[in-house]
Structure formats: structure tokens, C-alpha cells
């Protein structure tokens, strides 16, 4: 049998450990742009066109809240890149007062960026503040040309 004070060394370790490994999983996850799969397309196109999506315009959407910090710092990637890119529009929705749209969406964090193409189909999302470059990746095949 372990003394008490060498198995509370362990459990602190194996916590510490866990935490870390966490960390570092959610560091190289957070903000990247994942490719979503077509599923709930009808669903999620009338929930987009109620937040204010119109049909013919590639739409960058930001889920945020008036207590994110993140969302901030994930505004100025976004408007830095619409205004880049040539007919690409912006749209920032609160989370608070569009809960059930959010739900329906599968929101589940904020900062959340949803990219949408001309179609009004979620093309990319993010959760997190995207990389502007990822961003501006994801957009070319959808855009005309993009601005210095």
C-alpha cells in the first residue's frame, strides 16, 4: 500500500497530465475550418435565411455574445476579410437572442463562424477565431478576386 501523500502526488500529476493533453487537443482544433457535410441542408438554409442570409451572396455568419472576449478578436478577422474579398457579406448574430436558430445550426460555443456560399449551404465552420488566411482560402473558389 502507497502512502496518502505519494497517491495525492499521483492523482495531481495524472490531473495535471489530462489538462494538459486537453489543452493541447483544443489549442489545434479551435479556429480551424472544417468542411461540413451536407446533412440538414434544407433545415439549416430556412434557419440562415431567418437570421437575415440572402440567397446569391457568399455570407460569413458569426455566432457571438456580449461576454465572449474571443468574438472580438474573431469581428476583426471577419471584417478585415469581407472587406478583401469582393462580394462577400458579413453577418454577426447575437446567441442570447437567437437561441433556437442557434440550436438548430448545432452552435455550441461562441465565437462559432459559419461560412456560406451563394447557395445558402454551411460550406466551412469554425469554432473559434478563424485563421485569416484559412479564411481566405476557403473563400477564393467561392469569390471573385481577392483584394491586397
Do not use: K, N, Y
Amino acid at each position: 500500500m502507497q502512502p496518502p501523500r505519494l497517491t495525492g502526488v499521483l492523482v495531481l500529476v495524472a490531473v495535471l497530465a489530462a489538462a494538459g493533453a486537453f489543452g493541447w487537443w483544443r489549442r489545434r482544433r479551435d479556429g480551424r475550418l472544417r468542411v461540413v457535410a451536407p446533412a440538414g441542408d434544407a433545415s439549416h438554409r430556412a434557419a440562415l435565411a431567418a437570421l437575415g442570409v440572402r440567397p446569391g451572396t457568399v455570407t460569413l455568419v458569426q455566432f457571438s455574445a456580449p461576454v465572449c472576449a474571443p468574438c472580438r478578436a474573431a469581428r476583426r478577422v471577419l471584417e478585415d476579410v469581407a472587406g478583401r474579398v469582393d462580394g462577400v457579406a458579413l453577418l454577426e448574430v447575437g446567441v442570447e437572442e437567437h437561441l433556437d436558430r442557434a440550436r438548430e445550426l448545432d452552435i455550441w460555443r461562441t465565437p462559432t463562424v459559419l461560412l456560406v456560399d451563394g447557395a445558402g449551404r454551411i460550406v466551412r465552420r469554425a469554432a473559434g477565431v478563424p485563421d485569416r488566411a484559412d479564411l481566405l482560402a476557403a473563400l477564393a473558389p467561392l469569390t471573385h478576386e481577392v483584394r491586397a
